[in-house]
């Protein structure tokens, strides 16, 4: 019998991925989904269990009937414009749900967490490299939550010893090379599947710009885009690693490199062969100019490096999903979305 982990939230996109990973490292994902954003059909490693992450009962009732060594928590929200205008629903779904878990977690005797937190944590720290030891000040209420829910499992673990690894993502892009799941959100506001969408579906409408009047390069933000396989083994990474008695650790994923918005243009063009339309917009309100990771920190306590460094493999991987999927997303305008996807 494999070990199962609870997958909280297993049914989104990086969540998918994860369960995916673990299946691969002989593991028994057990997904627990309230299916608000995700996909039953993502779920496909192992049983899904149907339930919110703030139903302290429903979550222990899962703790017990499948005794897992360890838990991943990506049921959040995760749309920055939507935490700006009601933030409650943020504190209600991200910071309860995580309180939930964590009592129902105690109560159950499940110690190890591996939590998906953002660098919406850091705000706009204005570094070239952001490396965990910065100061966290969140500019939206999303990375509030993160930061919030990273404090409790601190306190937690003073008091009930529950260990976890807070994982910081940079920008989750990409999917899975054997087109089993990808990203599929609806409505879709994140750059990549955007200008994909628009390149293979041959949209009007042209692609948004926010923002071309950034202190960068060429004038547009710079993200640290890391795989979404990537991420999915780093999970697994940090569940081995509290398995072997490691200690709780916040984590940086990213590559350690950036591309602009106008270079995420570019490479969909090149792999597509299609000229993208595009416009200049004004900023999205909360879009720092750059957020790029230190990954080092990954290295040396997980042994974890990102392997498709490649924006272009990112994009490549993701227009087979695309093609795949078909044009199902409803492509949307303005909303910033969180540095973090984390729903599920
Ligand atoms: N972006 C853009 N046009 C879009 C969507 C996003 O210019 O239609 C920019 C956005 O302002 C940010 C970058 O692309 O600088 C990445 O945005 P995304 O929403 O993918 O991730 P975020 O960094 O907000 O988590």
């Not at 996909?39 to 009732?61: I, M, N, Q, S, Y």
């Not at 692609?207 to 710079?222: H, N």
């Not at 979404?228 to 940090?238: E, R, T």
């Not at 063009?269 to 790029?292: C, F, I, M, Q, Y």
Request: hydrophobic share 40%; with cysteine; proline share 6%.
């Amino acid at each position: 019998m494999s070990t199962p982990v609870l997958v909280v939230g297993g049914a989104g996109y990086i969540g998918a991925h994860a369960c995916k990973a673990l299946a691969r490292a002989g593991f028994q994902p057990v997904v627990y989904d309230d299916l608000s954003t995700g996909h039953a059909d993502f779920v496909k490693w192992g049983p899904l269990v149907t339930g919110d992450v703030r139903d302290r009962e429903g979550v222990e009732k899962a703790l017990r009937q499948w005794r897992p060594a360890a838990v991943m928590h990506f049921a959040a929200l995760a749309l920055v414009g939507e935490s700006m205008r009601d933030p409650g629903r943020y504190y209600d779904v991200n910071v309860v749900g995580t309180l939930r878990l964590l009592q129902a977690m105690v109560a159950c005797g499940v110690r190890d967490l591996v939590f998906s937190s953002s660098c919406a944590v850091y705000g706009d720290p204005g570094v070239d490299r952001i490396s965990e030891n910065l100061a966290e000040r969140p500019v939206n209420p999303y990375g509030a939550t993160k930061l919030a829910c990273e404090r409790m499992m601190g306190d937690f673990e003073t008091a009930q010893r529950v260990r976890s690894v807070r994982l910081r993502y940079f920008n989750a892009a990409g999917a899975d090379p054997g087109g089993d799941i990808g990203e599929r959100h609806d409505p879709e506001t994140h750059l990549v599947p955007i200008v994909i969408a628009a390149a293979l579906d041959r949209s009007a409408v042209p692609v948004e710009i926010f923002g071309s009047d950034y202190p960068t390069p060429d004038g547009t933000a710079i993200r640290d885009y890391v795989h979404v396989c990537d991420l999915a083994d780093a999970h697994v990474a940090a569940v081995r690693y509290l398995q072997e008695g490691g200690a709780s650790r916040t984590v940086n994923l990213g590559t350690g490199a950036g591309a602009s918005v106008s270079e995420v243009i570019a490479a969909v063009e090149s792999v597509t062969g299609v000229d993208v339309p595009t416009r200049r917009s004004h900023r999205r309100a909360g879009d720092p100019p750059r957020l790029v990771a230190d990954p080092t920190r990954a290295e040396t306590l997980l042994g974890w490096r990102a392997r498709s460094t490649q924006l272009r493999t990112m994009v490549e991987d993701a227009c087979r999903w695309h093609r795949r999927a078909g044009p199902a997303m409803a492509v949307t305008g303005p909303g910033p979305r969180s540095a973090a996807d984390a729903d599920g």
